[in-house]
Nanobody, 122 residues
């Protein structure tokens, strides 16, 4: 199973970006799909996740600004990020978990994409 993330870039504070994660080798309907982010020198941070049925969960720091979607027909998970802040600057990774419900620990995600860099300037 391979995950390919894209859509990162550089924006000013208040701007928007759309991240995409295309999955190959399996169908995303079999997995919980999540987005994590990492700043150099820090651990991976949970951002958002979506269940097989479409339920979602977000980190408090992104609630109301980020939205996670899944398009099972395209085998793709999207992260729409609005009102970006400098503290959102990080490498964003998509990941897949075979857990029964949404989980937040990186250890419970079994497949990972390579990451896409988001830089937000003030």
């Amino acid at each position: 199973v391979q995950l390919q993330a894209s859509g990162g870039g550089s924006v000013q504070a208040g701007g928007s970006l759309r991240l995409s994660c295309v999955v190959s080798g399996s169908t995303i309907s079999s997995y919980i799909m999540g987005w994590f982010r990492q700043v150099p020198g820090k651990e991976q941070e949970f951002v958002a996740a979506i269940s097989r049925g479409g339920s979602t969960n977000y980190a408090d720091s992104v609630k109301g600004r980020f939205t996670i979607f899944r398009d099972n027909a395209k085998n793709t998970v999207l992260l729409h990020m609005n009102n970006l802040k400098p503290e959102d600057t990080a490498v964003y990774h998509c990941a897949a978990s075979d857990s029964r419900m949404i989980v937040f620990s990186t250890a419970l995600y079994i497949y990972w994409g390579q990451g896409t860099l988001v830089t937000v300037s003030s």
